[in-house]
């Protein structure tokens, strides 16, 4: 049987990887040349911590006094657009505590499910993308941070997730990589990051070594159907048949149900990073600086600094103001790690495909007998990819899945249906 798949990223390399291992025939196509994307210059960060969904009470008042600052870590560029509009009144709909309380532990399950299967990967191939176990620490400088990081702590310990709290002193002995300046920190040895570069790069060699085939520079523009059935993707105004389908394609990932007749309801979320090559008293740990919504990780020697998301369409420009924020809030947390801008070629950007209630896309495409969507994994795809990646080989298989999992990733859920 033969899948095509729509999406090089993390999410359509994992999906490919597990339908290989279920005897498929699997074909990936992407625009690029699967050397870019969100997948690659993401924070690297595996996150059963981040059991709290991006859609979560609090969260409408805290982005309202952000959203229009241009400097600010969540930041939407003022725009007449009618799905933008859409999507945030369907994401404030969202933010309750009701909504939150039922995604909490599936969120936490499915991330506990995609480290697992991150060592068991390392394991079964001998390949090394710098997995670390070592936890993430979440760093805050004000009582008022404290406050809310605690509460996170303890609905943590509620659903059984180990955490250990500091206070000034015991930061300074628990990071012993740099000069920490914070009122105190959470640590939660659950967490785990890797090098993003190596995996993706480490995963298209195996793939390509056990017989996937890879269209890359190919972008899909539609579609060909047979009753219920989509019989062939168009890209580069050719056309490639198959038995079966899955769109992987990230921020993009809504184009192309609009060729299926369909809504899907998906904003891009533009994030950028910088990494720094060998930096000096570079820090121990993966670590968050929470009053910044910045993400500090460790690869190897290197050291990757991410954060914002900025809701502004898929536009390539830099937005200076927002990098700079990001690097401006190191030495107030790294005293000893001072960074000046880079070049504009050195800075990374990509786009998160964020969904208004915070969690991913998986599943069938109702009035689609042979298509299966997996996207909108926001700021968690990486930490979410091999999860996901066995989801979908299981959904083909036929296999027994997780109700909850089921529930809560239909990808019907906000109720769309055909229109062609």
């Known amino acids: 049987m033969k899948i095509n798949i729509i999406g ?3 999410i359509g390399l994992f999906s490919a990887y597990y339908l290989q291992k279920e005897g498929y025939e699997v074909h990936i196509f992407d625009k690029t ?34 959203m229009f600052d241009p400097a600010s870590p969540f930041y939407i560029k003022p725009r007449l657009d ?7 009144w369907k994401f404030y709909r969202s933010c309750n505590r009701r909504q939150a309380a039922a995604a909490m532990p599936v969120l936490l399950d499915f991330n506990l499910l995609g ?50 709290i500091f206070d000034r002193k015991g930061v300074e002995g628990f990071e012993t990589g740099t000069t920490v300046n914070a009122l105190g920190g959470i640590y939660y040895p659950c967490d785990a990051h890797l090098y993003p570069n190596l995996l993706m790069r480490q995963l298209i060699g195996l793939l390509k070594k056990k017989g996937a085939y890879f269209h890359g520079k190919t972008s899909v523009t539609g579609f060909e159907f047979l009753g219920s ?11 490639y048949g198959a ?24 904003q891009d979320g533009k994030g950028y990073s910088i990494t720094l090559k060998e930096p000096a008293g570079r820090p121990a740990y993966a670590t968050i600086l929470t009053e910044a919504k910045v993400a500090v990780t460790p690869m190897g020697d290197d050291l990757r600094l991410g954060g914002t998301l900025e809701l502004g369409g898929l536009s390539p420009r830099i ?19 001072k960074i000046e801008m880079p070049p504009t070629e050195k800075i990374w950007y990509g786009y998160r495909p964020c969904p208004p209630d915070g969690l991913p896309y998986i599943g069938r495409l109702k009035g689609f007998d042979n298509v299966v969507l997996a996207t909108g994994h926001a700021m ?23 109700k909850s999992y089921l529930c809560l990733f239909d990808p019907n859920r906000f109720s769309f249906s055909p229109t062609r």
Request: hydrophobic share 40%; aromatic share 8%.
């Open 243 to 266: 038995d079966a389908f899955v769109i992987a394609a990230g921020s993009w990932s809504a184009k192309l149900l609009a060729g299926l007749g369909l809504q899907l309801h998906l």
């Open 82 to 88: 009618l799905e933008l509009l859409q999507w945030l």
């Open 115 to 164: 480290k697992k299967l991150y060592r068991e990967f390392a394991e079964e191939t001998g390949l090394d993308f710098k997995l670390e176990e070592r936890g993430i620490l979440m760093l805050y400088q004000t009582p008022k941070k404290e406050k809310e990081e605690k509460e996170t702590a303890e609905a943590a310990l509620r659903l059984g997730i180990e955490t250990q």
């Open 8 to 10: 090089g990223g993390i």
């Open 319 to 337: 937005n200076q103001p927002r990098v700079k924020a990001i690097l401006d809030a190191i030495p107030r947390y790294y005293p000893n790690l």
């Open 33 to 66: 040349d699967f050397t870019e994307g969100c997948s690659y210059g993401n924070a690297g960060m595996i996150t059963p911590s981040h059991f709290i969904p991006l859609a979560a009470p609090g969260v409408v008042a805290q982005g309202i006094r952000w």
């Open 229 to 239: 059935r989509v019989t062939a993707l168009i890209a580069n105004g050719e056309k």
């Open 380 to 402: 968690m795809g990486l930490s979410l990819g091999p999860a996901t990646g066995r989801m979908v080989g299981d959904i083909f298989q036929e296999k027994q899945l997780n």
